[in-house]
């Protein structure tokens, strides 16, 4: 089970670069939980299966050009671990940010756990700080 645990991870992290959420339907609980640690918005959440498909909308409101490509997956009975690289221009207001029009590329791991063939629950740790400090928002003087 656990390599077509990746497949469908792995497509499931590639909607953030098209967007195409709709197509998640198929593969995730409508229990859904996404923990985001950090959030892009502030300190550590738990969002909804709505929420997390709100944020991918905003983001997709604020970014453009966005390429998310799997660098690396590790699985194990119902989980699946996979370090990811995105890269996105920033070309409109995301969290309050307005538009850079900088392209800002971060890494980041995502760690799905699956039950009754569906994914039920991710926790999402990535490079926050680095996403800020190349759109130009934190460690300037």
């Not at 991918?56 to 990811?84: N, P």
Request: hydrophobic share 35%; aromatic share 10%.
């Amino acid at each position: 089970m656990s390599a077509n645990h990746k497949s469908t991870s792995k497509h499931l992290l590639e909607l953030w670069g098209d967007n195409a959420l709709h197509k998640s339907d198929d593969y995730l609980s409508a229990d859904y939980v996404n923990h985001q640690m950090p959030d892009a918005a502030a300190g550590v959440s738990t969002k909804s299966l709505a929420e997390w498909r709100s944020l991918i909308a905003d983001f997709h409101t604020g970014f453009s050009d966005v390429k998310m490509e799997v660098l690396l997956q590790v699985a194990e009975g119902d989980y699946v671990c996979s370090r990811w690289r995105m890269t996105a221009k920033h070309t409109g207001t995301f969290n309050e940010l307005a538009a850079t029009g900088k392209t800002t590329s971060w890494t980041g791991v995502h760690t799905d756990r699956y039950e009754g063939g569906k994914l039920v629950e991710s926790w999402v740790d990535w490079d926050k700080y680095g996403f800020l400090e190349q759109l130009g928002m934190v460690g300037e003087s």
